[in-house]
């Protein structure tokens, strides 16, 4: 799976657009990109995964570059419940084995 | 979405004793889980894979006879520390996909908090 590269910690105030940039420079032409997040102690979330098109659902957006070297997770409106790690996974689709390899990820701390 | 529910949620345990966690899809059958080991501020680990009425794949590094895995239905599947140390003191993740749902998220459990005294 390629590397992928985030900032360790971002802050974004309530209400406003959390952008989390992501940059994955090796990724390769069948390497989807896929964010999941984990609130302290619990369990890591799905967010979104994209291949190249933008993508949109009930939890964020997730902008792909042209080069697809890099992506944006856009939270539109962070709230506090949004404080999170988030993380950026570069892999191959639908993989027999699925497991997942998690970089360091970034802290989002929402703030009021 | 699909539920994976682990069990317990927080478990503490004297050292030289041995503590079994749980991992259980919800609402589908599972042929492969997984389970991660996550330190305090660290980023997760994938330890092993868990197969379904086969053994377990285990990562670099990972002792198979100290954790011990039993994926005996698509259901379940089971993480037993044994002879647990205060360096096993972690917490520990399960995930799964849902092979029928025609997408690719793993779904993770809530995550079971070993604390070895």
């Known amino acids: 799976d390629a590397k992928t590269t985030q900032p360790p910690s971002m802050d974004c105030a309530e209400g406003r657009a959390a952008n989390l940039p992501c940059n994955h420079s090796?990724?390769?032409?069948?390497?989807?990109v896929y964010w999941y997040r984990q609130i302290h102690s619990q369990g890591p979330q799905y967010i979104i995964h994209g291949l190249k098109n933008n993508e949109t659902n009930e939890m964020a957006s997730l902008i792909i570059t042209e080069d697809r070297k890099s992506s944006t997770l856009i939270l539109p409106h962070a709230t506090l419940r949004d404080t999170a790690v988030y993380y950026c996974?570069?892999?191959?689709?639908?993989?027999?084995?699925?497991?997942?390899?998690f970089g360091g990820g970034t802290r989002l701390m929402v703030k009021p | 979405g699909a539920v994976v529910s682990q069990h317990p949620s927080r478990v503490i345990c004297k050292s030289g004793t041995s503590v079994k966690i749980e991992c259980r899809s919800l609402d589908f059958q599972a042929t492969t889980m997984f389970w991660y080991r996550q330190f305090p501020k660290k980023s997760l680990m994938l330890m092993a894979t868990?197969?379904?009425?086969?053994?377990?794949?285990?990562e670099q590094g990972v002792e198979k006879d100290k954790f011990l895995i039993n994926h005996a239905s698509l259901t379940l599947s089971t993480l037993t520390v044994t002879s647990a140390h205060p360096e096993d003191s972690s917490f520990y993740i399960c995930?799964?996909?849902?092979?029928?749902?025609?997408?690719?998220?793993?779904?993770f459990g809530q995550g079971t908090r070993l604390t070895v005294v």
């Open positions: 868990s197969n379904e009425g086969s053994k377990a794949t285990y």
């Open positions: 996974i570069v892999r191959v689709f639908n993989n027999a084995g699925n497991m997942l390899t």
């Open positions: 995930s799964a996909r849902d092979p029928l749902q025609g997408t690719t998220e793993a779904f």
């Open positions: 090796t990724i390769s032409g069948n390497e989807y």
